[in-house]
């Protein structure tokens, strides 16, 4: 089997490709944890992308170049918009993409054939990714008991979000990741539970790509104890299920409206007092903010970022001003 890395541009059926003997990169965790992610954003600007694109969007193409990968898999339906372009971009410089699509009808008959469909392009089937599934929920398993934990605030914000988030690709390595997740969750075990219970809130939009966001955050008395969208990449509610199933229950793909069900339900269940809507500039997902503030109870505080760096003077402001408003 072909054990050559393969670029994915946001979470997929990622039991397809290990079935296929493949080794998946997450893009969007090589970007972000770039000590100089910038560079990877100005390199897309200096082949031709423009300064108005969604930084996320160049920084995956920087990602993908600065690995060296020849194939990725784009997910153009159900992510982001400027995946179909970036794709054609991809495939105009000699680089294999494969499509992939989570069906907007959300019928389990439509998913299948779309699972089998993207197995087939991979040279495996749905049945060797079934196969191979319970392996992976075994590791979600793990980041879902750290997940637990942070309710009880024993886990930093920031370890939450990267706990689930790595789940997105486990590293292509899910004995190492179970062995880190593992780790993590001894730790979270033996921390005893904050003197003062921080004020809880929840988080939902795409992921930041402000790189201290949740170090401000903690440092004015706040902990996360809810990533909407890493939680969802976790695929936290199709442990112990069939592909089809799982991957209907994940919400991001689909509409809106689900979402905002998800995290309403999340947040009352974990105790938030407010809800941070992260946003990215020139992404088609800040449309939406208006749905949000019509349909959720919480207080909420949408932020907006460009490109990677730190939490500024005026989004640190406008933060400082929400909590002292929840307190």
């Known amino acids: 089997m072909d054990s050559d890395p393969i670029g994915i541009t946001t979470t997929v ?6 079935a296929a003997g493949r080794i998946p990169v997450d893009l969007n965790n090589i970007f972000v944890a770039d000590p100089d992610a910038n560079r990877l954003v100005a390199y897309a600007e200096e082949r031709g992308f423009p300064q108005s694109a969604c930084a996320w969007t ?9 690995r060296g990968l020849k194939e990725v898999v784009g997910v153009i339906e159900g992510d982001c918009s400027n995946t179909y372009a970036l794709c054609e971009i991809l495939e105009s410089e000699g680089i294999t993409v494969h499509p992939y699509g989570y069906p907007a009808s959300r019928r389990p008959d439509d998913l299948e054939e779309a699972l089998r469909r993207f197995a087939a392009r991979l040279g495996t089937t749905l049945e060797a990714a079934e196969a191979i599934k319970p392996q992976l929920d075994e590791v979600r398993a793990i980041a879902g008991e ?11 914000s920031g370890e939450l979000f990267g706990a689930l988030l790595n789940t997105s690709d486990f590293f292509g390595n899910p004995d190492k990741c179970r062995a880190d997740l593992e780790a993590m969750l001894a730790a979270a075990r033996a921390a005893p539970e904050p003197a003062t219970p921080p004020l809880r809130l929840s988080c939902c939009g795409v992921p930041t790509i402000l790189a201290d966001l949740w170090d401000v955050f903690e440092g004015l ?5 809810d990533h909407e969208v890493p939680r969802q990449f976790a695929l936290l509610d199709g442990i112990g299920k069939g592909m089809v199933e799982t991957y209907i229950r994940y919400t991001y793909p689909y509409d809106v409206f689900r979402r905002i069900e ?10 938030a007092r407010g809800l941070i809507h992260y946003v990215q500039s020139f992404c088609h997902r800040q449309i939406e903010d208006r749905l949000w503030r019509e349909r959720v109870s919480l207080p909420i505080l949408t932020l907006e970022a460009d490109r990677p760096g730190r939490v500024d003077e005026r989004t640190r402001t406008r933060i400082e001003a929400f909590m002292e408003r929840l307190e």
């Open 13 to 18: 059926p990622v039991e397809i490709i290990f």
């Open 58 to 66: 160049k920084g995956l193409y920087g990602a993908i170049h600065s």
């Open 146 to 156: 750290i997940y637990a934990l942070a309710g009880q605030g024993r886990v930093h």
């Open 221 to 225: 008395g706040a902990r996360f104890v």
């Open 262 to 271: 998800d995290v309403t339900t999340e947040a009352e269940r974990q105790g």
